[in-house]
């Protein structure tokens, strides 16, 4: 079935270190969004990527999206503790959206 | 510019009751989509509603039916609750119909079932 996969689950890194996290599509995507949900909030949308290939800089947030568009990946250069969350991406599949099950970004003071 | 509103914040029920979630949503977006997040979860397509009508659906039981007014507000309404009901109920609205429109989510409605 439809399926959006991340990994890792979890992550736990020391503030000032990089964190990635990636996310694959069983089938091709016309685009792929991520957002962001704070601990006790709701999650908020952080950008969309369209083209094969393409990549997006938000700050210290690198966006990528796959050459064959069935990956992607975020990556944040530097953490901050305002980084902590858990990070979905989520994928157009027919009229549906779909999510992943997020990567939860835990930051070590 | 008010954003996604969604009442009540928190709700409790008891197995085999009924409940209405209400939504309204962001200023100029005509379409509302619903969620489920379990503890833990990503959010789960319940469906979606546009021009007052259901236009898409996930894979949830006929126990989750909604309905979406002329000014473009919706109703969640779950009937016969099950303890497997609970969860954060999301709402989300967007401009048009296309699901690749970015999604703006309300605060939700924290729902437990006893």
């Known amino acids: 079935g439809q399926q959006v996969m991340q990994i890792p689950q979890y992550q736990h890194v020391q503030e000032g270190e990089d964190f990635t996290t990636y996310c694959n599509s069983s089938t091709t995507l016309s685009n792929i969004q991520w957002y962001k949900q704070r601990p006790g909030g709701h999650p908020v949308f952080l950008i969309q990527l369209v083209k094969s290939g393409e990549v997006k800089k938000q700050k210290r947030l690198t966006f990528q999206f796959g050459e064959a568009k069935k990956n992607s990946s975020l990556h944040i250069t530097a953490t901050q503790t305002t980084d902590v969350g858990t990070y979905f991406c989520a994928g157009p599949y027919g009229d549906k959206i779909i999510f992943g099950k997020g990567t939860r970004l835990h930051i070590l003071p | 510019d008010a954003g996604v509103t969604q009442s009540p914040t928190h709700l409790i029920k008891t197995r085999g009751q009924q409940v209405t979630l209400r939504c309204s949503p962001k200023?100029?977006?005509?379409?509302v989509s619903w969620y489920q997040q379990a503890l833990g979860q990503g959010p789960q397509f319940i469906f979606q509603?546009?021009?007052?009508?259901?236009?898409q659906r996930g894979n949830f039981p006929d126990r989750f039916s909604g309905h979406q007014f002329p000014n473009y507000s919706s109703e969640l309404n779950v009937n016969a609750l099950l303890l497997g009901d609970s969860a954060l109920y999301l709402c989300a609205s967007s401009p048009r119909t296309s699901m690749t429109d970015t999604q703006y989510f309300g605060p939700g409605t924290r729902l437990t079932v006893l």
């Open positions: 509603y546009y021009e007052e009508e259901e236009r």
């Open positions: 200023s100029g977006h005509d379409t």
